[in-house]
Nanobody, 115 residues
């Protein structure tokens, strides 16, 4: 049984930082492309950042220079370090594991940026 469990979401003030974590079980983690996506109320789910099995990364333009994705294959965990947070970063953040046609999702973690 595949499970992705996110954590780290919270309420933070504009300009603050958070680190999200996603720990996977039931997959050969090192083979999978891992990604973070987010969905704000009334909007579609958008890709935020991905990291491939070779550690190459892709970022959405809206988070470049502020967010950093990383992975620790020994811990089956992917991270999203979020700095200089803005109110428009408010959303539910989801972790995804992808390999060819297989896709698995976590349950999401809420990030709220507000003063």
């Amino acid at each position: 049984q595949v499970q992705l469990v996110e954590s780290g979401g919270d309420l933070v003030q504009p300009g603050g930082s958070l680190r999200l974590s996603c720990t996977a079980s039931g997959i050969r983690f090192s083979l999978y492309r891992m990604g973070w996506y987010r969905q704000a109320p009334g909007k579609q789910r958008d890709e935020v950042a991905t990291i491939a099995s070779d550690d190459s990364t892709i970022y959405a333009d809206s988070v470049k220079g502020r967010f950093t994705i990383s992975r620790d294959n020994a811990k089956n965990t992917v991270y999203l370090q979020m700095n200089s947070l803005k109110p428009e970063d408010t959303a539910v953040y989801y972790c995804q594991a992808a390999l060819f046609s297989r896709q698995y999702w976590g349950q999401g973690t809420q990030v709220t940026v507000s003063s």
